[in-house]
């Protein structure tokens, strides 16, 4: 069982930045793909990033250029460096791991609200 813990949220004006941790804590296993998902009220639950165990990643187009995913294989941790953020960028952002089994496991979430 995998449980992923989020930390680094908080409120920022627009322009600041801020830095979401994850780590992923009880398995003993490899982890396929790590990531950040974020969902705003009202809206589904989008792809920020994510990067895979051979380092690809992947951005959703709205945060290309602003955000750099990074993860450290060896302790199951994925951070996720927002810079330039804008209040578009206010929502509750999750871990994700995804196991070679294709198993998801999620965060509890954690709160990024940016003011203008």
């Known amino acids: 069982q995998v449980q992923p813990v989020e930390s680094g949220g908080g409120s920022v004006q627009a322009g600041g930045s801020l830095r979401l941790t994850c780590a992923a804590s009880?398995?003993?296993?490899?982890?396929?793909?790590m990531g950040w998902y974020r969902q705003a009220p009202g809206n589904e639950r989008e792809l920020v990033a994510d990067i895979d165990s051979s380092g690809s990643i992947r951005y959703v187009d709205t945060v290309k250029g602003r955000f750099t995913i990074s993860r450290d294989h060896a302790r199951n941790m994925v951070d996720l460096q927002m810079n330039n953020l804008e209040p578009g960028d206010t929502a509750t952002y999750y871990c994700?791991?995804?196991?070679?089994?294709?198993?998801?496991?999620w965060g509890q979430g954690t709160q990024v609200t940016v003011s203008s």
């Open positions: 994700n791991v995804r196991t070679f089994g294709n198993q998801h496991y």
């Open positions: 009880g398995y003993s296993g490899s982890i396929s793909i």
